[in-house]
């Protein structure tokens, strides 16, 4: 399932397309901007995870824990505190984690 800002999906006062709840969050200012890598992760964990019959709800969770986790392994890294080896293995183990291979 490709997602575009035409998407439909239920939003708390019935069907709304992504560019609608985009149009919705920055008219009460609360949308946010993030780097074109961190949206990219979060948007192939979400497309991944709607294509395996995810709620759309269950899908942003997903995604959002995909980057929480992803960035606090390349902190951890950054800080010293774990090796390069460590941060790979974090991400590989990330990965199997979402994609529900062992």
Do not use: W
């Not at 708390?12 to 200012?29: I, Y």
């Not at 959002?64 to 902190?75: P, T």
């Amino acid at each position: 399932m490709k997602i575009t800002p035409d998407t439909e999906f239920n939003g708390s006062g019935g069907q709304v397309t992504l560019r609608e709840a985009v149009k919705q969050l920055k008219a009460h200012e609360l949308d946010c901007t993030i780097s074109r890598e961190t949206l990219e992760g979060k948007v192939s964990v979400f497309a991944e995870c709607v294509r395996r019959g995810f709620t759309p709800l269950r899908s942003e969770i997903m995604a959002a824990y995909y980057v929480a986790e992803n960035d606090a392994a390349k902190d951890a890294f950054d800080t010293g505190l774990i090796t390069e080896g460590e941060l790979r293995q974090r991400q590989l183990d990330l990965a199997r984690i979402l994609t529900g291979t062992a």
